[in-house]
């Protein structure tokens, strides 16, 4: 569904590539974490899925569409619902021309939604496309029902709370109809009630179907996942399932990232003679396969 | 000497008129040397409450005593701003200065310091952060990486050698790494210069490997003001407020559903670890 080949991307004025030659395969239905620390390239390969960047060598094919093909990048972003942070600069006050332009929302919730009103919001995008208006209040309350914010539809947007904004946010992609989500640290600006919400609903999306890239620093995120992707340096260094991932705790500290919690206790354990398996991610699989042996 | 809070209550005002109260009569002593972690849903009214530890809002009902200085006195705001450094959320998009030394010297120098103290009061705070001077000084902050830059806007308010540090979040936005940094200079600062720290956190986590005294506000009012060990034994009533739970207290909760005796105390790491290596003994 998704494929990079050799994929080289450099920033202007830049001393080294922020991706360099990275080849990837995402199929259809897939859950995809991508984890790295700050500058490690994860947000640069998200931003290549839509055409937002287009890598410097190397191609990027979705659906069977080159990004770099102009005549394509429009059916693409039709196909690749994004939700990626944006810095200040780069929206310039209201979102809403930017939006527009590439077919996504923001991290920011305060920037990205255009509109007062719930559904008004919702409605943007499809609007924006030229749906018909009968099919724009279907796609609507189909969007706020996988969101969970039916009941709000009528609502003040300034009178959510920060993680419903960032559902009615996700909303409005959703009404855009994507086979692809992608998520650039969708949770970094919520709280703890609000990450698990969030979460929640891109689980039962991809549970329905969908394709989801998620970009995010919270490994306790991951451990859900069918795969994570281990980004450092612009390179790839780890690729698998979360149980297999986790087994490199070497590589992951040497990416300078901390494995979740019940991850570190299980390897501690070992060395104390407990038995476990690669399985244990989470504290109910750890004090699952511990209870046996106390 | 320490920062006592006495009957503190607050509420903002809409066209004149009072709003319901962030702030509900506050209580309680922050001890010198200690490190404060302030938890509590969105709205719950922190933020609100660190503002009043230096006069950025003022003491309209109870009062706020950092050292002896009463805030509600204006003549004492002076003084107590000398004494608590605040370091707001995303502090790096404040910086400004053409470069990073400017930036850093910016604080003391308005404090009418002499430019040889300015100088080793920034090459000190420079240090203390992990900015390296050659590096570092000339550069323009915006240059930085975003880590870096969170460390630099740090560094400009220990330039002025507050005796309290709050910090509204300072984690938020970095990677595992930054997050790593920024605790272990908190810890420094604690232990080497003997600065008091108030942090505002969403991270239970960090609280409970960090923290002396942990507050709980809900809905404006003191929940619990106690050990992180004795907060985090509170797992129900902190996931009833909408909280999570440090890690480690989730791996103890399953235990115990499980029927596993794990003291309900345990809440780091190494508490954790002990327990088993010393024979899963009862509290």
Known sequence: MIRFDNVTFQYEKADTPALSDINL??????????????GSGKSTLAKHVNGLLLPTQGGVTVCGMQTSNEDDILKIRQKVGQYIIASPAEITGNG????????????????????TVVEEDVAFGPENLGVQPSEIRERVDEALASVGMTAFAQFAVHHLSG??????????ILALKPQILVLDEATAMLDPSGRSELL??????????????????????TTGCDRIIVMKGGKVVLDGSPADVFTHTDILTASNLIPPEPVIVRDALRTMGYTLSDRVLTAEQLAEELCPSL | ?????????????????????????????????SFLGIIGHTGSGKSTFVKHLNGLLPCEKG???????????????KTVRSLVGMVFQYPEYQLFAETVFEDVAFGPRNMKLDESEVKSRVENAMALVGLDQERFSDRSPFELSGGERRRAA???????????????????????????????????LRTESGCTIIMISHSMDDIANHATKVLVLEKGSVLMYDTPQSVFSHSEELQRIGLSVPGITKICIELNRKGIMIPASICTEDEFLTWFREGRQHA
């Open chain 1, 25 to 38: 395969e995402i199929r259809e239905g897939e859950f995809v974490a991508i984890v790295g620390h700050n």
């Open chain 2, 1 to 33: 000497m320490s920062i006592v809070i006495n009957h503190l209550t607050y509420a903002y005002t809409q066209g004149g008129k009072p709003l319901d109260p962030t702030l509900k009569d506050l209580s309680f002593t922050i001890e010198e040397g």
């Open chain 1, 96 to 115: 809403a021309p930017y939006r527009q332009k590439v077919g996504m929302a923001f991290q920011n919730p305060d920037n990205q939604l255009v509109t």
């Open chain 1, 200 to 221: 929640e609903t891109v689980k039962k999306l991809h549970e329905e179907g969908m394709t989801v890239l998620m970009v995010t620093q919270y490994m306790e995120e």
């Open chain 2, 63 to 77: 009062t706020v005593v950092v050292d002896g200085h009463d805030l509600s006195q204006k003549s004492e705001r």
């Open chain 1, 163 to 172: 993680g419903q904004k960032q559902r009615i946010a996700i909303a409005g």
């Open chain 2, 154 to 188: 740090i560094a400009g308010v220990l330039a002025m050698h507050p005796k309290y540090l709050v910090l509204d979040e300072p984690m938020a936005g970095l990677d595992p790494l930054g997050r790593r940094e920024i605790l272990a200079l908190l810890e420094t």
